[in-house]
């Protein structure tokens, strides 16, 4: 019987991380890639290493996020906020100048923080090698997630880079002004945005 109850433990964790690992495969094949630049390009490490931090933060907290969804599919809404703020301390690493402003209450659903930090990751990787700075103002309230992104670049950006955004539920949009991009999320229980 322990030996039964060892190997289903064994299994179940099996599972998670191979869950964990297929969910993050294209931020550890992204990971990879760049570590690979940096040994080849060795006067690039720090902007590298830089990037890499930002996607091992992303990898981190969204292996948390899943772990968390095995408990309980509802949260403490300061979960996303934490997910947020470690990777904008990370993105500091990079020069780039980071501002958060969150008021995160109560509880959410933990699908809506998923894609909320998807979201959220997603932007980052597409801007990363151009951003300068990146406001985040958060609010989770009531179950729902209304997130506004706005990042200064040092380039004009195309609409290109950011018209393939997509999420499963909810809504947003953006704005690109120059150098500028703002992005508009808004999630709710019912996960139609209203």
């Not at 080849?40 to 933060?57: F, R």
């Not at 597409?126 to 990042?151: F, S, V």
């Not at 393939?164 to 947003?172: A, Q, T, V």
Request: with cysteine; charged share 30%; hydrophobic share 40%.
């Amino acid at each position: 019987l322990e030996l039964k109850e060892s190997r289903a433990g064994t299994e179940e964790k099996s599972r998670l991380y191979d869950r964990i690992a297929k969910e993050v495969a294209p931020q550890l094949a992204k990971a990879e890639e760049l570590l690979k630049l940096a040994e080849s390009e060795p006067e690039h490490n720090k902007s590298v290493i830089a990037k890499v931090s930002v996607i091992c933060a992303y990898i981190k907290r969204r292996g948390n996020l899943l772990l968390l969804e095995e408990e309980n599919n509802i949260i403490p809404a300061r979960e996303l906020e934490c997910c947020i703020r470690e990777s904008l301390d990370n993105l500091r690493l990079g020069n780039i100048f980071t501002s958060f402003d969150s008021k995160c209450d109560g509880e959410l659903k933990l699908e809506l923080a998923v894609v909320a930090f998807d979201f959220y990751e997603n932007i980052v990787e597409r801007l990363l090698d151009d951003a300068t700075a990146m406001l985040i103002h958060l609010d989770c309230k009531d179950g729902i997630i209304k997130m506004r992104l706005q990042i200064g670049c040092n380039k004009d950006i195309a609409q290109h880079t950011l018209s393939e955004l997509s999420i499963p539920c909810g809504r947003f949009e953006w704005d690109i002004q120059d150098e500028d991009v703002t992005v508009t999320l808004l999630l709710s229980k019912g996960g139609d945005g209203k």
